[in-house]
């Protein structure tokens, strides 16, 4: 079982639309959890970071399930300029390194 | 302020041949990566700096690859008699120490290509 895995979609949404992703992460120990937005032939960037229990940054909310272990990304009112993958991050807390899921792709459309 | 920086952005290299790609992190940062990324694919774990820790490699996929970081910044990949398996979007991250320390930030890549 990969660490941290998403759908790899694509998710098609129209604009306007709210659209959910969820990540699963697999080690317990696991402290820290990032979203992270890729344009195609681009480096990822950082959306958002999740320490706690979530995190809202204007149409973005990411919530953290532990129980579950899993993450999500929510968007509201989709637009155009959102279309990209979405890659999802999952630190244990210690001196070590993230692990990245492979990443979910979102087009919205007209 | 300025971010990530890597060098070249771009490399044609011949199969059998060595390159060496340069990553400039952000001022300050004291953690440094290097993942890799073939088209389509998602982020490869490659190698991760620390400090003056010794480095996490165990994601480097061979022999051929290496790091270092001299200095405590600036490092260079190294991959030596490339082969086409190679080509891919090399990327280098960096980040803060401590509880934040963990939000890294890219560079552009190198887009490196084994003819």
């Known amino acids: 079982r990969k660490e941290v895995e998403q759908d790899p979609g694509p998710f098609n949404v129209p604009e306007g639309a709210t659209v959910a992703f969820n990540c699963t992460y697999s080690?317990?120990?696991?402290?820290?959890f990032f979203w992270y937005r890729q344009d195609c032939r681009k480096e990822p960037k950082l959306l958002m970071s999740v320490y706690s229990s979530g995190n809202e940054d204007g149409r973005f909310t990411a919530q953290l399930n532990r129980a579950s272990q899993y993450i999500s990304l929510l968007i509201r009112d989709s637009k155009l300029s959102d279309s990209a993958t979405y890659l999802c991050a999952a630190h244990p807390g210690t001196a070590s390194k993230l692990t990245f899921g492979t990443g979910t792709r979102l087009q919205v459309t007209l | 302020g300025a971010g990530v920086s890597q060098s070249p952005s771009n490399k044609v290299t011949e199969k059998g041949k060595d390159v060496e790609l340069r990553c400039d992190p952000i001022?300050?940062?004291?953690?440094l990566y290097w993942y890799r990324q073939s088209l389509g694919q998602g982020l490869e774990f490659l190698i991760y700096?620390?400090?003056?820790?010794?480095?996490?490699k165990s994601g480097l996929p061979s022999d051929r690859f290496s790091a270092e970081r001299t200095g405590g910044s600036v490092s260079t990949l190294t991959i030596q008699r490339t082969q086409q398996e190679d080509s891919a979007v090399y990327l280098c991250?960096?980040?803060?120490?401590?509880?934040?320390?963990?939000?890294?930030?890219f560079g552009p890549g190198t887009r490196l290509t084994v003819t």
């Open positions: 700096f620390q400090g003056n820790s010794a480095p996490d």
């Open positions: 080690n317990s120990a696991s402290q820290s």
């Open positions: 991250a960096s980040s803060l120490a401590g509880i934040r320390g963990y939000e890294q930030y």
């Open positions: 001022s300050g940062h004291t953690a």
